[in-house]
């Protein structure tokens, strides 16, 4: 049984900063990308910053420049440095893994349970 666990949410003040962390384990299939997401109340989920195996990362805009996406792949753990926090940021922040099964070919989606993260004097 696949499980991505998280860790490092909590209660920070504006402009202060956390860290993020997600381990996957259990997967038959090599992990490929990995990302997080996050879901405000009342909003839809939205993608954060994505990570491929090689490295390459992509940001969505209201957070370039001030979060940071990163991977261990011996460790099938992806981190997100996130610094100038705003209360914007403010939601349940989710990982999400894929691997790949080559013959036949099919892609697995996992996802963790999710991470408070509250941004708020």
């Known amino acids: 049984q696949v499980q991505l666990v998280e860790s490092g949410g909590g209660l920070v003040q504006p402009g202060g900063s956390l860290r993020l962390s997600c381990t996957a384990s259990g997967s038959p299939f090599s992990i490929n990308g990995m990302a997080w997401y996050r879901q405000a109340p009342g909003k839809e989920r939205e993608l954060v910053a994505a990570i491929t195996s090689g490295g390459s990362a992509n940001y969505v805009d209201s957070v370039k420049g001030r979060f940071t996406i990163s991977r261990d792949n011996a460790k099938s753990t992806v981190y997100l440095q996130m610094n100038s926090l705003e209360p914007e940021d403010t939601a349940v922040y989710y990982c999400?893994?894929?691997?790949?099964?080559?013959?036949?070919?099919?892609?697995?989606?996992?996802w963790g349970q999710g991470t408070q993260v509250t941004v708020s004097s």
């Open positions: 999400k893994a894929d691997a790949i099964r080559a013959f036949p070919w099919q892609r697995f989606d996992y």
